[in-house]
């Protein structure tokens, strides 16, 4: 028994933000970002928060699969940007779509986060523990950027997407997962300090209550990204004894264009097989992989029986790769 994908959703805000928007609020332009990144516009929230959206792909997901919300027995939302500290957004999720079957909670890590979500679901189902779980990926980056640092407000968007899985002969074959604590402050977003009134005032201090914004060493990220990426790959179709050409397409998470190039030429893959939206979209982080493969689906690209590969990379350090057949 295994763990198959067996319906897909996404979601995001209306408001489309092109390159040329941002270029009138930071010091960029349309080339500059299109040329390093392939990113054209984004979807920026106007108010809509993490859960709502996750909602939103939620529904999809449910009607895709064709199942009753009430069979759903997990819900994990991926995501570095929840509405609240607590309760988590999965909860939220749970309320919104009524699926009171199921216990909830968030899973963070980052742009790894879908995948680290799926793989968990999976081994809840693998050992028999539930049969059908919600797993999604859900991101209102646009709250966590400063808006005033082109290094990095130029790449990120907010989305949602969803799958459901359930028990099945065919579906997830094999995963590898890692991550590198020591590599933690090239890509990280701080939340709220340590400190309070109390302690404040025994040392004459104010309290610090700010709040922390993505910072990254972009090229350090780059350059991790696309070192580890194929050799991950690689692992995961040597554990599961696959050969590369067999796979029909590697789902990956939508960073940069240039990451995709790099590691479909690493592998020696032909780049047809790496789809992107990423010129849509730009970089929503745990929401991008559901939300490639909710397009893919709506497309028809995906049919019963295609061998693919999710992977996904990022702060933590953390990244891996599953093999699943459709
Ligand atoms: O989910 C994982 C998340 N992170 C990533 O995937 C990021 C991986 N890294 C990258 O994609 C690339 O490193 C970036 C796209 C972020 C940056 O590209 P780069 O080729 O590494 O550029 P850079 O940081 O070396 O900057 C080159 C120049 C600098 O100017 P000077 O010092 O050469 O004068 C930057 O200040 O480009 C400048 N720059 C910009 N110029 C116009 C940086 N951001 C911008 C911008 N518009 N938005």
Known sequence: MT???????????????????????????????????????????EGQDTSELAIEAAKEAIAS???????IELIIV????????????????QFGIEAENAVCYDLSAACSGFLFALNTAHAFIKSGIYKKALVIGSEVMSKTIDWKDRGTCVLFGDGAGAVVVAADEIGIEDMVMYSDGTK???????????????????????????????KMEGQEVFRFAVKQVPQCISKVLEKSNTNIDDIKYF?????????LQSVAKR????????????????????????????????????????KIVISGFGAGLSWGATLLTW
């Open 267 to 306: 592998l020696n893959v032909d780049i047809e097989k790496f789809p992107t939206n990423l010129e849509l979209y730009g970089n929503t982080s745990a929401a991008s992989i559901p939300i490639l493969l909710d397009e893919m689906n709506k497309k028809g690209m995906l049919k019963s029986g295609d």
């Open 78 to 93: 991926a995501t570095s940007s929840a509405d609240n500290v607590f309760p988590n957004t999965a909860s939220l999720v």
């Open 184 to 214: 933690g402050n090239v890509l990280l977003c701080e939340d709220r300090k340590v400190g309070n009134f109390l302690t404040a005032a025994v040392k004459n201090e104010e309290v610090d209550s700010s709040y922390g914004f993505v």
């Open 3 to 45: 763990t198959r994908i067996i319906g897909t959703g996404s979601f995001f805000p209306q408001m489309i933000v092109s390159n040329d928007d941002l270029s009138k609020v930071v010091d960029t332009n349309d080339e500059w970002i299109r040329s390093r990144t392939g990113i054209k516009e984004r979807r920026i929230s």
């Open 251 to 259: 789902v990956l998470h939508q960073a940069n264009i240039r990451i």
């Open 65 to 71: 699969a064709n199942i009753d919300v009430k069979e």
